[in-house]
């Protein structure tokens, strides 16, 4: 709240994250902006040499998982990660599925 009303940030620039930090559901909170939170969980690498950097990342000794809080009474968008095998769906029309379930959310 101090960023928000110290006039720094606006509400939806700010979010709360959770990191697990270990088994069982111990999680660590965060307060930061959606660029900084992206800037500072996310891997290095060098984008000039992507090929190379993605074969070479080393992963963290215990990567745990990432979260957005959702609070209450604050916008969210849904997220759906759509996909199939097109090897085992040879005649599946990805169109349209996707208009279908368009359809279905609507």
């Not at 940030?9 to 088994?23: H, K, L, N, S, T």
């Not at 969980?41 to 959702?70: M, W």
């Not at 209450?72 to 990805?94: A, R």
Request: with cysteine; glycine share 8%.
């Amino acid at each position: 709240r101090v960023l928000i009303a110290g006039g720094q940030y606006r509400d939806r620039q700010v979010g709360v994250f959770a990191r697990e930090i270990a088994d069982g559901g111990i999680r660590k909170f965060l307060v930061d902006t959606y660029p900084g939170f992206v800037a500072s969980s996310a891997p290095e690498f060098d984008p000039y040499d992507s090929f190379n950097a993605v074969a070479n990342l080393q992963a963290p000794e215990r990567p745990g998982n990432l979260y957005e809080v959702i609070l209450e009474d604050q916008p969210c968008w849904w997220y759906f990660d759509l996909e199939y095998s097109i090897t085992t769906n040879p005649g599946l029309d990805g169109a349209l599925v996707f208009r279908a379930f368009r359809e279905t959310l609507a």
